[in-house]
RNA sequence: GCUCCCAUCGUCUAGCGGUUAGGACGCUGCCCUCUCAAGGCGGAAACCGGGGUUCAAGUCCCCGUGGGAGCGCCA
């Protein structure tokens, strides 16, 4: 048999992080047994499907990096095939039309919960001959629940699980406009494209026992499920829009590396002994759909803020510099003009100080722009009395032919010592100086990366600042 | 209300009858250091409660409690 797996959102919304987990967890599952992922749009709800949703959704499969091998495939257009196995079942006994006005299936909804039972369909036209001579409404379609005995979903993840059939009402797989309902076209697809691994969240674990029994009715044997618990907020809280950074794509907006939230997730609810980092290629190797979680798992953010910075700072350069390229540019930077340092260098110089490619955008911006005013705080402490170091640092550095951090070391600590103060004194009023603050990589590497000709500019800068500010 | 699922540090988790209950994030102490980081070495921090089973229970069973999900002509 070989292994298909299938990732099946509907297209309401973004691909949230729950969602991309899933998605993981599928393509994960095939990867790793040589088999088939297939995608498919769960669209049958006309009234809440778009194609602005479509979009985001395979935006974020392909910033994941989680391609497919088969589809998408859109369940509105496979409307014949539903119809065609609706009419067998019909023909089977296996379903049949119920005539029932929404308005008695809201007062019995309504009766059933005052009295506090399990709200469910009655049954009124599962025995019915023929239409009821005042039906004057288009009849749905309900499944022919059994009535009596057990349905055994086994569950990969969560083991055996048992159903009572009285638990399990009629429900409805065709609507009154002949559109069919999730539950029926799911088992219709899962069945039609060969699903081997049905790897889906936990909140449709009582819809196996339903889709199960409509395989049964249809002949057909029920694919292995596994039923992934669920991510919550960090309040342990059920993910919504109001918990920030639901969706995928803001995670690319605030600066984290698909890499990293890819390692993020396969973590939430999957572990493989004490590893943390995984490369994709161990992701593939050692993901098991037995080593994954009973319970549901909260978010923590700042594990993956960790998780993003272990993988800036151990990508390829050139990879990280791509990505770095995107958000210097939300900030008006375009760093292809040539003008500025070069970008690896960059990467290199800043990952062990940033969370994020956001972070690291804004703390490099300085590299392509004099700082328009100075931390007051830190020109104060570092600019006010020091013309003399920095007329000095203005001779020492302007006298360097070579300029490379070690050069630009030698001449620094040239005018520390011949001013007779540590390397702190002089390096901190040229930071001040160059990048507007108190923080930069280290100030012969930050040198080095602006160039002589900006770092002098910027010296002069600052000295003049000095002087003006002198006297106050 | 009914049905189903779940329960180890604050969080992510290892554990698969015998462990000083391990790792990671975060927090924190020290070291390194031109700033901020990164890095190195330490520290605090957990088996929800009660009954069983067993020589032995975080691990197996039951009950309770607490979370979560489902109960649509949504998916």
């Known amino acids: ?36 992922f297939v995608l498919r749009i769960e669209d049958t709800d006309l009234e809440r499907s778009t194609p602005e949703a479509i979009n985001a959704i395979l935006e974020g499969m392909s910033w994941l990096g989680l391609d497919y091998d ?18 067998k079942m019909l023909a089977d006994g296996t379903a049949y039309r119920c005539y029932c006005s929404k308005e008695r299936l809201e007062s019995l909804r309504a009766d059933q919960q005052a009295r506090k039972v399990k709200p469910r369909y009655d049954g009124c036209c ?8 005042d039906a004057t409404e288009s009849p749905v379609i309900r499944f022919k629940q059994p009535l009596e005995g057990h349905t055994v979903v086994e569950d990969t993840v969560k083991g055996t699980v048992a159903f009572d059939n009285a638990e399990l009402d009629d429900l409805i797989i065709a609507r009154g406009d002949g559109s069919p309902t999730y539950n029926f076209v799911v ?19 009582n819809n196996a026992a339903r889709q199960a029994n409509i395989l049964k009715a249809l002949g057909v044997n029920p694919p292995i499920y596994a039923h992934v618990p669920m991510i919550l907020d960090e309040a342990g809280k059920k993910l919504s829009k109001r918990t ?64 993003n910075q272990q993988y800036l700072m151990t990508l390829p350069r050139a990879h990280v510099a791509r990505h770095l390229a995107r958000h210097l540019g939300d900030l008006g930077i375009d760093p292809a003009l040539g003008e500025g340092p070069n970008l ?16 690291m955008a804004d703390s490099s911006r300085f590299f392509y722009e004099a700082p328009e005013v100075y931390d007051d705080k830190a020109a104060r402490k570092h600019l006010l009395g020091s013309e003399a170091v920095i007329s000095a640092l203005l001779s020492a550095l302007t006298a360097v032919s070579d300029w490379q951090a070690a050069t630009i070391h030698e001449a620094v600590m040239g005018v520390a010592e011949a001013q007779s103060v540590k390397l702190g004194k002089v390096a901190q009023p040229i930071r ?32 003049q600042w000095a002087i003006e500010h002198a006297e106050a």
């Open 70 to 87: 088969d589809g998408p495939f859109y369940q509105t257009q496979r409307f014949e095939r539903y119809a065609e196995v609706l009419e």
């Open 126 to 133: 599962r025995e019915l001959n023929k239409p009821p001579v």
């Open 344 to 359: 690896e260098a960059i990467v290199e110089a800043q990952a062990p100080r940033s969370k994020t490619l956001v972070e």
């Open 1 to 36: 048999m070989t292994v298909t797996t299938r990732f099946a959102p509907s297209p309401t919304g973004f691909l949230h992080i729950g969602g991309a987990r899933t998605a993981l967890f599928c393509w994960l599952y095939a990867r790793r047994h040589g088999g088939r």
């Open 244 to 307: 920030g950074a639901a969706s995928v794509m803001d995670y690319r907006d605030a600066g984290y590396l698909p890499e990293a939230v890819i390692n993020y997730l396969v973590r939430l609810g999957w572990a493989h002994g004490d590893q943390e980092v995984f490369s994709l290629d161990e992701m593939v190797e050692h993901f098991d759909i037995s080593d994954i979680n009973h319970s549901a798992s909260s978010l923590n953010p700042s594990k993956l803020e960790w998780l």
């Open 432 to 463: 001040v100086a160059v990048a507007g603050g108190p923080v930069s990589p280290p100030i012969d590497v930050t040198l080095e990366l602006l160039g002589q000709a900006a770092t002098l500019v910027r010296l002069e800068s600052a000295r």
């Open 187 to 205: 088992v219709v697809d899962d069945m039609d494209m060969q699903v081997s691994h049905v790897i889906r969240g936990d909140d449709h674990l």
